[in-house]
């Protein structure tokens, strides 16, 4: 193995770069599993992984001139809108403006009143069992996403009742298909749980 002598700069950007990540063991959703009809688990729901998104690129004028300003350069985007048919591409007024959506070829316009009825609201934050899969039926790209950890609150009869579940869906070679909303309101998950011991 070669090693290299440089800058203590560059050894410390590196270090950052190549360092593990820290995450903290936050949980995700703590309450009532649902099994079934008046049989329920409480787990609570750790990220293992999570996705990493890189900063957005900005966009600089590059007729300005550089220099050590972090603002110097940047451009501000604006929008505006204008009827297809308008030669003259004449700015709409936002109060004139209102949300449509395709429906085939045709176009229908929607309220404001009426758009708030065309949202999807899950309500309240729940976990619940769905059906149960065989392994290989599940798809290898499905598991694309951040991988969360399940685990039973701390209670005997709650870790008895879990461990009883990852047992039977490892001698069955089978996994949970459960829908998730960790917080109020948020859009539902359909999750594949797997077992591990």
């Known amino acids: 193995m070669k090693g290299m002598i440089c800058p203590a700069s560059v050894a410390m950007e590196i270090y950052r770069q190549l360092r593990k990540k820290e995450t903290s063991a936050r949980t995700k959703y703590r309450g009532a599993f649902e099994i079934a009809a008046g049989l329920q688990l409480n787990v609570q729901v750790y990220a ?6 890189f900063p957005s690129l900005k966009k600089a004028s590059m007729a300005a001139e550089t ?13 505006s ?8 591409n004449t700015p709409v007024p936002d109060e004139k403006l209102l949300k449509a959506f395709s429906y085939g070829k045709q176009v229908v316009p929607v309220d404001a ?20 899969a ?7 790209h499905h598991s694309m996403e ?14 008895k009742a879990f461990t009883g579940i990852v047992l039977a869906m490892i001698e069955s070679k089978r996994v949970i ?8 309101n948020a859009a539902p998950k359909l999750v ?6």
Do not use: M
Not at 48 to 53: F, G, H, L, P, Q
Not at 67 to 79: A, I, N, Y
Not at 81 to 88: L, Q, V
């Open 177 to 184: 298909i459960a829908r998730l909303v960790a917080t109020k």
């Open 146 to 159: 951040g991988v969360d950890v399940v685990l039973p609150i701390n209670s005997e009869k709650n870790i």
């Open 113 to 132: 009143d009426k758009e708030k009825v065309l949202k999807f609201e899950s309500g309240e934050r729940h976990f619940q069992l769905l059906g149960f």
């Open 134 to 140: 065989l392994e290989k039926d599940v798809p290898r």
């Open 48 to 53: 293992r992984t999570s996705e990493a998104i």
């Open 81 to 88: 809108y204008a009827e297809i048919d308008d030669p003259d």
């Open 192 to 197: 594949a749980l797997f077992p591990a011991i």
């Open 67 to 79: 220099t050590k300003s972090d603002t110097q350069g940047l451009v501000k985007q604006e929008r």
